[in-house]
């Protein structure tokens, strides 16, 4: 189709653009437009849609999505260069461009641009820069000269010159989208050059409004303190994303952590927890060195404003890097003159500002100044971008989390501040967003699969209702022994004394006989320690004191700690899963005191496949694409977290767990240690080889499976990747598993699948009493239409009942299949691997092989020596790269694999 010329710049005409879909398609069922398959000759990034899954009863739903029309004017692509400039910070940039557009040049900005913050701006009209498509701009923003306090310019230069270059890229003519969504063209440069532009357009409007980041914005209609010096925003998340036949915008709401505004003394003092004392920030107060160096962590990055005479606030924010060791009354700094005064005296003498408390510290500002605490204000809306603390942890998921229906409301609300109607970027690119209702579509509930329990259960199959089953009237589908076991109580005796801890073996030997594990020790071994020595040596001790008694070792050693014991338990796990090679469970003192039945079951849960064995399987029946004996299969699943940001030197871990059973309900671990913030598994290919070999393995010994014990599929799945990577984990993640297995002389047919949880895509059912009882959309749902991919092999399926909030769905991309697979068996099986989670009688958000490596690699600290010299903690932070370096190479050298006879077992259950 030739390109349309330029219709101008387009002020809001209405109705749909020329081939786009009618604005306002809502309601109970999908459109035509919305089951159109992608064209044969559409290049796609993973696999291409081939049809939609057909299995499941209906359930009529809204998503958070609304449509938007199609641009009515060519997009003009700008790129933006500071010359001689550093990294400018986004917000700086955006005001920049803005004053070049409004102020200094408003004959060519007319109508005016959008701008990302970054390097792209996009024009609805071809910008007059003559032949070249090129014009540089010196911008400045208007400002006070800067003086006022030691260190700082006192010359009376003026305001800061910017050079800004803008260069004609490109032009792009919004028919590539419209093809795009109706599956007629193949996602490239130009598409996705087109997404970015009109993302940027809808959130210019904000962005200039309010605190941002990255693609949300916060106001404060709705806030909460948290004490600490936070506050909490509620924020709106908006995104353009392409579906079947339409142009969606993407609404969530989500929550800013933010600075407390007010005086920085302040904020301080909530930080350390000691409000209205303000003589505790001073060094005579003998305040701990470690205390100041985590308040500077915590305000390092801060703006400020700063006052001298009276409540005068100077315009212009400075950033905190750092705090003085000294009171203003104790840091001396030589004048001009070459005078030497302290920081008090120039603030009482020259500047007239006697402080009111001059022993307290000063804070160090970008330009090298020295101001103290009292005169420095923090401005609202400041975003704190490091971790939350852990304390705060609970307090932000109960301001984030909100019920279904109150979640949609809220976004529905959150329209009104987005205001597409009355922004002038939407209207000059000639666009309209339906704020009206939300798009509906009709979703599917799949059929769970049924579950099969041990010989002698009462009943032996069950339904799971809503992601949910107990283990009432069930024995275990290959219930574990338990020969020898020893009981270590880090608890004080005063707390948890002899009779708690015989109540607690009591209940633990009925909860095992109940589900059919066989304890042969009624009366196990009790010995309490305590927990500042060597874990190591006590537990040793312990072991060597059973075999003296019994002339058996243990088999499980159940240890009852205290609470916030994370150090106790990170050196119990590597005493029993890298150094001895025991099964280990830890119970909370809190936790099983006086505990129910219930409890003791769980417990169990979790201790029988720690020993080898299996809880419970899917019916053979109810799941064949995963039981089917003539294509024996293994499910892998793969994860990598990174470091928290700002801690440079830390390593990213990695982990591959596969099933080893036919069953697929017994899994094997394995876990790396890799260059830091890397997404692709370096070691994958010996991974993956490790795990086929203990497959292959326990098929011949365990199961004696007759002939080749090789599987024929192997189904991967890969968490945490996001879109933009997919190509990158085609590129390095698929060759690995196929290497693994031409190294073994095997051929099975792999499929890869991508399943993610970052996304704010969610679904509520339009009717309230098709809900479960949380309110949200049952076990089960799938959505694979409408506001699905518009060319690529992808799903929604929300596998587990809500319990608080609103469940978010998991995003299943399929970017490799030599298998063939329809979306009803890939659907249907990725829902199967959500109920073989052995931890609970509930089905779990995303299959269980990727949720056990995402807990195999959150427990790598579990590989370290409790008592080497590695610092784990999420502060731990190098600043020179080649001290970073080293520290990554330490942390490499030092990592213990799993030891050999805990390889083969669900340590990490």
Known sequence: ?????????????????????????????????????????????????????????????????????????????????????????????????????????????????????????????????????????????????????????????????????????????????????M?????????????????????????????FNVRSFFTDRETKDIGSGLVLWRGYFQS???????????????????????????????????????????????????????????????????????????????????????????LSFTMRDGTTMTVAQYFRSILNRPLQFPDNLCVEVGTGALIPLELCVVPPGQIMRKQVPPEKTKDVLDFATKKPHDRLASITNGLSILAYGQSPYVREFGMQVDDTAPVGLTARVLQPPKLRYGQGSPQPVVTPQNGAWNMIDKRFYNPAAIDRWIVVVYERQQRFNQQSAQDMIAGLVQGCTEVGMRVADNQPMVTWQNGQGRIADQLRAAGNECFQKTKQRPNLIVVVLPDNANDIYTAVKHFGDVTVGVATQCLKSSKCFRAKPQYYANVCLKINVKLGGINTIPDSQSVSALTDPRNPTIVMGADVIHPAPGSEG???????????????????????????????????????????????????????????????RLIFYRDGVSEGQFQQVLDFGTPPPTDACKELKINPKITMIVVAKRHHVRFFTQNPHEADRSGNCPAGTVVDSVVAHPTEFDWYLLSHGGLLGTSRPAHYNVLYDENNFNADNLQALSFALCHVYARSTRSVSIPAPVYYADIVCSRAKNHYDPQGSLNLSDTATQTDTSAAESALEAYKKNFKPIHQSMATLMYFS
């Open 183 to 211: 599956g007629q063209q193949s996602h490239d440069n130009t598409v996705l050059t087109a997404l970015t532009a009109l993302n940027v357009v809808i959130r210019m409007e904000p962005t200039m409004k309010y605190p």
């Open 240 to 330: 353009v994303r392409p579906a079947i036949g339409s142009l969606l915008v993407n609404v969530d709401i989500s929550t800013g952590t933010m600075y407390k505004a007010g005086p920085l003394i302040d904020l301080c003092l909530d930080y350390i927890g000691r409000p209205r004392q303000p003589h505790v920030l001073s060094p005579r107060a003998q305040m701990p060195e470690r205390e100041i160096l985590r308040l500077q962590r915590f305000i390092s990055g801060i703006r400020i404003m700063t006052t001298y005479s009276g409540n005068r606030v100077r315009k212009t924010p400075r950033v905190v890097k750092k705090l003085s060791r000294a009171g203003a009354a104790n």
């Open 1 to 181: 189709m030739p390109p349309r010329g330029d219709p101008g710049r387009g002020r809001g005409r209405g109705g749909p653009s020329r081939g786009g879909p009618p604005l306002g398609t809502r309601g109970g069922g999908p459109t035509a437009a919305s089951t159109v398959l992608p064209g044969a000759h559409v290049k796609v990034v993973g696999v291409r849609r081939t049809g939609y899954g057909t299995a499941g009863r209906p359930l009529n739903v809204f998503s958070n999505f609304f449509n938007m029309s199609l641009p009515d004017c060519n997009i003009h692509h700008y790129d933006v260069i500071l010359p001689s400039e550093k990294v400018l910070p986004v917000r700086l940039n955006m005001e920049l461009v803005s004053h070049m557009m409004r102020v200094e040049a408003v004959d060519i900005f007319t109508p005016q641009a959008v701008y990302d913050g970054r390097k792209n701006l996009f024009a609805p009209r071809e910008l007059p820069f003559g032949p070249s498509g090129s014009q540089e701009f010196n911008v400045s923003l208007s400002d006070d000269a800067n003086r006022g306090s030691p260190g700082e310019n006192t010359a009376g230069r003026g305001p800061k010159v910017y050079k800004i270059r803008l260069t004609k890229v490109a032009t792009i003519n919004p028919e590539v989208l419209n093809r795009y969504i």
């Open 650 to 712: 830390r390593p990213s871990f990695t982990a591959l767990v596969g099933n080893v059973d036919s069953n697929t309900a017994k899994y094997v671990a394995t876990c790396r240690v890799q260059t830091s913030r890397k997404e692709i598994i370096e070691d994958l290919k010996e991974m993956a080889k490790h795990v086929l070999n203990l497959y292959m393995g326990y098929r011949q010994r365990v199961e004696k499976k007759p002939g080749n014990p090789a599987p024929t």
